[in-house]
Nanobody, 121 residues
Framework: QLVESGGGLVQAGGSLILSCAASGRSFRRYAMGWFRQAPGKEREFVATISWSGGTIYYADSVKGRFTINRHYAKTTVDLQMNSLKPEDTAVYYC????????????????WGQGTQVTVSS
């Protein structure tokens, strides 16, 4: 089970930290990722980190502003979001992959329920 937290309303230029807590199975050897889905749009890749933390990918749209990290014996994953823009508004989803770090939605096997992030202009 994956549970996201930390979403909310923030002004443009502000920061938020999203957290994903994993339970019910051992996700320590899973790559973890964050995706987002804005109203009327398809779900898109945001960031991913391998089980070791040694491989990280970011979407071009968030590179330099967002940072993904693993913590606590690698059962939680955070997404630090800085310099937020209105176009970052979306439901953010945490996901786990047993096929290594990937930017492909189909590469992820487990998904959280999502947390809403709203950035006002």
């Amino acid at each position: 089970q994956l549970v996201e937290s930390g979403g909310g309303l923030v002004q443009a230029g502000g920061s938020l930290i999203l957290s994903c807590a994993a339970s019910g199975r051992s996700f320590r050897r899973y790559a973890m990722g964050w995706f987002r889905q804005a109203p009327g749009k398809e779900r898109e890749f945001v960031a991913t980190i391998s089980w070791s933390g040694g491989t990280i990918y970011y979407a071009d749209s968030v590179k330099g502003r967002f940072t993904i990290n693993r913590h606590y014996a690698k059962t939680t994953v955070d997404l630090q979001m800085n310099s937020l823009k209105p176009e970052d508004t979306a439901v953010y989803y945490c996901a786990a992959s047993n096929r290594g770090a990937t930017m492909e939605i189909d590469g992820f096997d487990y998904w959280g329920q999502g947390t809403q992030v709203t950035v006002s202009s």
